[in-house]
């Protein structure tokens, strides 16, 4: 079955950096767009990053473009998201999905806390 695992939040101090990791399973990873989206406290879920299957080509919402960088590594099947320059704001627990055959799958999210 689908799987989706993050990886690599924590806390960290404004300006700093963290890199979080989705490792897939149990669909043909290569061929399917990757996304990342995340959620604060009392806010909606919005979308943060997507990269296309093969091509790779990107797309960044615009709080995060310049500071976040989506990536991935067809072969480990494992999508990635660089962040840097890290804000306050951009605090919020972050999931990793995929688009299957009409179906949303959802990793258990990973912890993001950006505070001094």
């Known amino acids: 079955q689908v799987q989706l695992v993050e990886s690599g939040g924590g806390q960290v101090q404004p300006g700093g950096s963290l890199r979080l990791s989705c490792a897939a399973s149990g669909f043909a990873f290569s061929n399917y767009a990757m996304s990342w989206y995340r959620q604060a406290p009392g806010k909606e879920r919005e979308l943060v990053a997507q990269?296309?299957?093969?091509?790779?080509?990107?797309y960044y919402t615009d709080v995060v473009k310049g500071r976040f960088t989506i990536s991935r590594d067809n072969a480990k099947m494992v999508v990635y998201l660089q962040m840097n320059s890290l804000k306050p704001e951009d605090t919020a627990v972050y999931s990793c999905?995929?688009?299957?055959?009409?179906?949303?799958?959802w990793g258990q999210g990973t912890q993001v806390t950006v505070s001094p």
């Open positions: 990269i296309s299957s093969i091509a790779g080509a990107t």
């Open positions: 999905s995929c688009y299957i055959q009409r179906v949303d799958y």
